[in-house]
């Protein structure tokens, strides 16, 4: 935080430097709509970066002058020369507590009241005292143009490529054994600077992020929804660049999902969801890629809808579209022209949106991929490398030639020999059937006019359109590389994406993978050639996470329950009433653990979801994705144990997921019946009442909200309170120990047992 | 209007290739083909921690490909793009003035398309070169 205040302050002070010019040249002409807006953008800079450091006083003078700015750019307000000194004398201010907050000295804030009073219509002009400017504190930081730090980039790719070179030519002739611990020296500190060079040009995914908040409420406003948006991972860097080639799609996805996703509050409260809609953006990364997730507990995606309408347009035969599995029926959102809205919106649903996301993605070297829960919500995982620059390679040899192709474009390798293959060659072309999936084969080297090959290993390309297999000689390796373009020559040629030099000094040319697919003359229409019974047994198959337990076990759980697996320390994780508990962001999570962590440790959780609640499992290790054998030995009685498996000649445990949650999970906040308390005016309702009730399962509200109905209403008999407007079952407590009368039907307010049962009956009645 | 040129040979031919065009002259490495691109393109080298494409001269002129092996090349500049161009030999520079191409000169195909004047140097008359005449342009390659 520290260090983005600092940037902050920085570039607030180093805007108002040079603003100070702007805003006197606005003052002698307030009509100088360049002025103004540049004006406009320092405040609205200002804003934005307050409300995520949370310095709420800057936040109100900026949004204040803000919106005056905003209505003198909408012609709602004339700038004359009172406006112009309010606003003035507010951008003053922001200087002051700038340097304020910089020196770590309070300012006293009686005047900003009068000074935002001043910015309204027809208001009085106030006299501002000037407090006396305080000492500059010695910046410690320097802000450079992008520029330099491009050229110190590629400087330093030169760098690592004339080191490596350096070292191969002293490897070929006899070398001099302190020539070659100078060179080791010299490569630890070039790999040391490319660290640091790499470095300068992160920025954390902030910078992207702030926006957020914004775009959700502007965006949520226009539409009549309200949606609650959380922001995790904030503080993940990426590349400079990336976050800039990232914008666009996150706010595409981000609108499509308030628009498309989230229903509107009346049809969530029908579906029984909260009134607002929850969206998640977080990102994290993983090895050399970021994460950037985009979540809604909207309608999700409507399959039938898309496929109806990729019928109505004639995208492709009817017996394809029949073959689709749920997740390809899901990929129809990235089709040009689809959208699953009938009506077309200002905020989105114009069919343009999801294709051009993913053209956006794939073309940085990412990957676009849905997780669709229909009626339940979506998520959006854009899925990007760190950097652009560095690229990470699968290195392929053909026709005695070394070819790289982009890792993330490969799907998995495979080679022939292995009993999933078969290759049949049908009609003059030649097809893989791998798992029970058809691929055309492309020859790698046949198609670079480099000879024929036999089939050995075969890549497996995955592109935008479809996947192919590409058969090369070998694969050789994976290496990070520094992708430069190649001449336009051989960039026409349509089959590579760029060039690069290795360590090993020999040029190579990095293939690119759709361009190879569009050479060979693939067509892709995305038919899926499974032979219905295969379907069947490839559905069939469940994959699960095989782990080692924090008690030494090996155990194996489902896939499809597994969230994300990440690691929190142990100090996260606290034993609260009751059982293990995670602190995640704002939320609890209930934690299942086999032995004892060990404090000041980390741990990885695996994040278990059954769709409506978020468990999760403290685990040793993650070992590897296994096919689930279908075999189960079924448990003798293991608690969360459902039986064990054979995996790779090993007993394994499988866990019982549905055993798991039932003993983890508390009540699902989803079905939760409602129980309405008539307040007294003492509070104990709410103070001693409330847990108890909660605790046996029902979410207790004090006012029911448009459309809630109440499964039971709880009164004091002394209460007074307005017990109308509720249908439920009314129950009633008393503060005295015996009843009243005889007909006095109220239960003693401390009586537990009595309480419970009467709610028990309120709830049988209501089923 | 005197300028600097490198004498060189292409193709059995004496050429003049204006310095200004000469980034450097280099005995080439290994050379790695680029299969699919234009036949003039013989591959991809590596000079000084850099790829710079390697155009075949003869092949360009619409000649048949050299038996030799050549290795010699002059280094040029296009649109950001290094090029290295195979010639026979080099010779030194001099400073010469060009003359336009007569008219009436009709070149051979080859040559036509990368004349731009002739010199005349120790009695003999050489063509000027322009090099990124040689250069297949992207549209043109496809």
Same mark, same amino acid.
């Given at each position: 935080?520290?260090?983005?205040?600092?940037?902050?302050?920085?570039?607030?002070?180093?805007?108002?430097?040079?603003?100070?010019?702007?805003?006197?040249?606005?003052?002698?002409?307030?009509?100088?709509?360049?002025?103004?807006?540049?004006?406009?953008?320092?405040?609205?800079?200002?804003? $934005?970066?307050?409300?995520?450091?949370?310095?709420?006083?800057?936040?109100?003078?900026?949004?204040?002058?803000?919106?005056?700015?905003?209505?003198?750019?909408?012609?709602?307000?004339?700038?004359?020369?009172?406006?112009?000194?309010?606003?003035?004398?507010?951008?003053?201010?922001?200087?002051?507590?700038?340097?304020?907050?910089?020196?770590?000295?309070?300012?006293?804030?009686?005047?900003?009241?009068?000074?935002?009073?001043?910015?309204?219509?027809?208001?009085?002009?106030?006299?501002?005292?000037?407090?006396?400017?305080?000492?500059?504190?010695?910046?410690?930081?320097?802000?450079?143009?992008?520029?330099?730090?491009?050229?110190?980039?590629?400087?330093?790719?030169?760098?690592?490529?004339?080191?490596?070179?350096?070292?191969?030519?002293?490897?070929?002739?006899?070398?001099?054994?302190?020539?070659?611990?100078?060179?080791?020296?010299?490569?630890?500190?070039?790999?040391?600077?490319?660290?640091?060079?790499?470095?300068?040009?992160?920025?954390?995914?902030?910078?992207?992020?702030?926006?957020?908040?914004?775009?959700?409420?502007?965006?949520?406003?226009?539409?009549?929804?309200?949606?609650?948006?959380?922001?995790?991972? $904030?503080?993940?860097?990426?590349?400079?660049?990336?976050?800039?080639?990232?914008?666009?799609?996150?706010?595409?996805?981000?609108?499509?999902?308030?628009?498309?996703?989230?229903?509107?509050?009346?049809?969530?409260?029908?579906?029984?969801?909260?009134?607002?809609?929850?969206?998640?953006?977080?990102?994290?990364?993983?090895?050399?890629?970021?994460?950037?997730?985009?979540?809604?507990?909207?309608?999700?995606?409507?399959?039938?809808?898309?496929?109806?309408?990729?019928?109505?347009?004639?995208?492709?035969?009817?017996?394809?579209?029949?073959?689709?599995?749920?997740? #390809?029926?899901?990929?129809?959102?990235?089709?040009?022209?689809?959208?699953?809205?009938?009506?077309?919106?200002?905020?989105?649903?114009?069919?343009?949106?999801?294709?051009?996301?993913?053209?956006?993605?794939?073309?940085?070297?990412?990957?676009?991929?849905?997780?669709?829960?229909?009626?339940?919500?979506?998520?959006?995982?854009?899925?990007?490398?760190?950097?652009?620059?560095?690229?990470?390679?699968?290195?392929?040899?053909?026709?005695?030639?070394?070819?790289?192709?982009?890792?993330?474009?490969?799907?998995?390798?495979?080679?022939?020999?292995?009993?999933?293959?078969?290759?049949?060659?049908?009609?003059?072309?030649?097809?893989?059937?791998?798992?029970?999936?058809?691929?055309?084969?492309?020859?790698?080297?046949?198609?670079?006019?480099?000879?024929?090959?036999?089939?050995?290993?075969?890549?497996?390309?995955?592109?935008?359109?479809?996947?192919?297999?590409?058969?090369?000689?070998?694969?050789?390796?994976?290496?990070?590389?520094?992708?430069?373009?190649?001449?336009?020559?051989?960039?026409?040629?349509?089959?590579? #994406?760029?060039?690069?030099?290795?360590?090993?000094?020999?040029?190579?040319?990095?293939?690119?993978?759709?361009?190879?697919?569009?050479?060979?003359?693939?067509?892709?229409?995305?038919?899926?050639?499974?032979?219905?019974?295969?379907?069947?047994?490839?559905?069939?198959?469940?994959?699960?996470?095989?782990?080692?337990?924090?008690?030494?076990?090996?155990?194996?759980?489902?896939?499809?329950?597994?969230?994300?697996?990440?690691?929190?320390?142990?100090?996260?994780?606290?034993?609260?009433?009751?059982?293990?508990?995670? #602190?995640?962001?704002?939320?609890?999570?209930?934690?299942?653990?086999?032995?004892?962590?060990?404090?000041?440790?980390?741990?990885?959780?695996?994040?278990?979801?059954?769709?409506?609640?978020?468990?999760?499992?403290?685990?040793?290790?993650?070992?590897?994705?296994?096919?689930?054998?279908?075999?189960?030995?079924?448990?003798?009685?293991?608690?969360?144990?459902?039986?064990?498996?054979?995996?790779?000649?090993?007993?394994?445990?499988?866990?019982?997921?549905?055993?798991?949650?039932?003993?983890?999970?508390?009540?699902?906040?989803?079905?939760?019946?409602?129980?309405?308390?008539?307040?007294?005016?003492?509070?104990?309702?709410?103070?001693?009442?409330?847990?108890?009730?909660?605790?046996?399962?029902?979410?207790?509200?004090?006012?029911?909200?448009?459309?809630?109905?109440?499964?039971?209403?709880?009164?004091?008999?002394?209460?007074?309170?307005?017990?109308?407007?509720?249908?439920?079952?009314?129950?009633?407590?008393?503060?005295?120990?015996?009843?009243?009368?005889?007909?006095?039907?109220?239960?003693?307010?401390?009586?537990?047992? #009595?309480?419970?049962?009467?709610?028990?009956?309120?709830?049988?009645?209501?089923? | 209007?005197?300028?600097?040129?490198?004498?060189?040979?292409? &193709?059995?031919?004496?050429?003049?290739?204006?310095?200004?065009?000469?980034?450097?002259?280099?005995?080439?490495?290994?050379?790695?083909?680029?299969?699919?691109?234009?036949?003039?393109?013989?591959?991809?080298? &590596?000079?000084?921690?850099?790829?710079?494409?390697?155009?075949?001269?003869?092949?360009?002129?619409?000649?048949?490909?050299?038996?030799?092996?050549?290795?010699? &090349?002059?280094?040029?500049?296009?649109?950001?793009?290094?090029?290295?161009?195979?010639?026979?030999?080099?010779?030194?520079?001099?400073?010469?003035?060009?003359?336009?191409?007569?008219?009436?000169?009709?070149?051979?195909?080859?040559?036509?398309?990368?004349?731009?004047?002739?010199?005349?140097?120790?009695?003999?008359?050489?063509?000027?070169?322009?090099?990124?005449?040689?250069?297949?342009?992207?549209?043109? &390659?496809?």
């Amino acid at each position: 935080m520290d260090e983005l205040l600092q940037e902050f302050i920085a570039e607030t002070r180093e805007t108002l430097d040079a603003l100070s010019g702007e805003v006197v040249a606005w003052e002698a002409d307030p009509t100088d709509r360049a002025r103004l807006d540049s004006i406009f953008r320092f405040v609205h800079t200002v804003k $934005g970066s307050c409300g995520f450091l949370d310095l709420p006083r800057l936040a109100r003078l900026s949004h204040a002058a803000e919106d005056v700015l905003a209505a003198v750019r909408d012609g709602g307000r004339i700038p004359d020369t009172a406006l112009v000194n309010a606003v003035l004398a507010i951008i003053d201010r922001i200087g002051e507590l700038v340097e304020a907050i910089d020196a770590g000295v309070s300012l006293e804030d009686s005047s900003e009241d009068l000074l935002i009073a001043a910015l309204a219509e027809n208001a009085a002009p106030v006299a501002v005292t000037a407090t006396a400017p305080q000492a500059r504190s010695h910046s410690r930081s320097v802000r450079l143009g992008v520029d330099l730090l491009d050229r110190m980039m590629s400087g330093m790719s030169e760098m690592v490529l004339a080191r490596n070179d350096l070292a191969r030519r002293l490897r070929e002739g006899d070398c001099d054994p302190r020539m070659e611990a100078a060179l080791e020296r010299l490569s630890l500190t070039v790999a040391d600077m490319r660290e640091t060079v790499t470095r300068t040009r992160m920025q954390t995914i902030d910078t992207l992020f702030s926006a957020v908040p914004r775009l959700v409420r502007d965006t949520a406003a226009e539409l009549g929804k309200t949606v609650v948006l959380s922001i995790e991972g $904030g503080d993940v860097e990426l590349d400079r660049e990336m976050i800039e080639l990232m914008r666009d799609p996150l706010v595409h996805v981000i609108r499509n999902s308030i628009d498309h996703g989230i229903e509107a509050p009346a049809d969530r409260a029908a579906a029984g969801k909260p009134m607002a809609g929850l969206m998640t953006v977080s990102a994290r990364q993983s090895g050399n890629q970021i994460l950037i997730d985009i979540t809604d507990d909207g309608r999700g995606i409507d399959t039938d809808r898309l496929v109806a309408k990729a019928r109505d347009q004639r995208l492709m035969p009817e017996e394809a579209l029949r073959a689709l599995s749920e997740d #390809a029926r899901c990929e129809l959102v990235f089709h040009p022209g689809l959208s699953s809205r009938d009506t077309v919106t200002a905020t989105s649903g114009r069919g343009v949106g999801m294709d051009i996301v993913r053209a956006n993605v794939e073309h940085i070297g990412g990957r676009v991929i849905l997780s669709n829960r229909p009626g339940k919500g979506l998520a959006v995982t854009l899925r990007v490398p760190l950097t652009l620059s560095i690229l990470t390679t699968i290195i392929v040899a053909a026709g005695g030639q070394q070819f790289a192709l982009a890792r993330q474009s490969v799907d998995e390798i495979v080679k022939v020999r292995s009993n999933q293959v078969r290759i049949d060659r049908i009609g003059g072309v030649t097809m893989a059937t791998v798992r029970g999936e058809r691929l055309p084969v492309v020859g790698l080297s046949e198609l670079l006019g480099l000879g024929v090959a036999a089939i050995d290993t075969l890549v497996l390309v995955s592109t935008r359109d479809g996947s192919y297999a590409l058969a090369v000689d070998e694969v050789i390796d994976s290496e990070e590389l520094v992708i430069k373009p190649a001449a336009p020559a051989v960039m026409a040629t349509g089959v590579y #994406a760029g060039q690069t030099l290795p360590d090993n000094g020999r040029p190579m040319l990095l293939l690119d993978g759709a361009g190879v697919a569009t050479r060979a003359g693939l067509v892709f229409d995305r038919i899926a050639a499974i032979a219905p019974d295969e379907t069947e047994a490839a559905a069939d198959e469940k994959r699960g996470l095989l782990f080692d337990d924090l008690d030494g076990h090996r155990r194996v759980v489902p896939l499809a329950v597994i969230d994300r697996v990440e690691t929190v320390p142990v100090a996260a994780i606290r034993f609260t009433a009751g059982r293990l508990r995670l #602190a995640s962001g704002d939320a609890l999570v209930p934690v299942h653990a086999t032995a004892a962590m060990a404090p000041d440790t980390t741990v990885s959780l695996l994040r278990l979801t059954d769709g409506a609640v978020d468990i999760a499992y403290a685990i040793g290790d993650a070992i590897e994705i296994v096919a689930l054998p279908r075999d189960i030995a079924p448990a003798q009685g293991a608690g969360v144990i459902a039986g064990v498996v054979m995996i790779a000649d090993e007993q394994v445990e499988v866990i019982d997921v549905h055993a798991l949650f039932a003993a983890t999970a508390g009540p699902s906040s989803g079905a939760q019946p409602l129980c309405l308390l008539h307040a007294d005016a003492g509070g104990w309702m709410t103070n001693f009442l409330k847990p108890v009730i909660e605790a046996s399962g029902y979410r207790c509200v004090t006012r029911l909200a448009p459309g809630e109905t109440a499964a039971v209403a709880l009164a004091m008999s002394d209460g007074g309170a307005d017990r109308t407007g509720s249908a439920a079952p009314l129950v009633t407590l008393r503060a005295e120990r015996e009843p009243t009368g005889p007909r006095d039907e109220s239960i003693y307010r401390y009586d537990r047992e #009595a309480l419970q049962a009467a709610l028990m009956r309120s709830r049988e009645a209501m089923v | 209007m005197s300028e600097q040129y490198l004498m060189a040979r292409i &193709a059995d031919r004496p050429v003049a290739i204006p310095t200004a065009q000469v980034e450097s002259v280099i005995d080439l490495g290994d050379i790695l083909p680029a299969p699919l691109a234009p036949p003039q393109v013989r591959g991809l080298v &590596a000079i000084r921690s850099r790829v710079v494409t390697v155009i075949d001269t003869e092949v360009a002129l619409g000649l048949p490909r050299s038996v030799h092996d050549r290795r010699r &090349a002059v280094i040029t500049a296009v649109d950001g793009h290094h090029y290295a161009i195979l010639v026979e030999s080099l010779d030194e520079v001099e400073t010469l003035v060009a003359q336009p191409l007569s008219s009436g000169l009709v070149l051979g195909d080859g040559w036509r398309d990368c004349a731009t004047g002739i010199v005349e140097h120790g009695g003999e008359p050489m063509l000027v070169l322009d090099l990124s005449a040689w250069i297949p342009a992207a549209a043109l &390659a496809a």
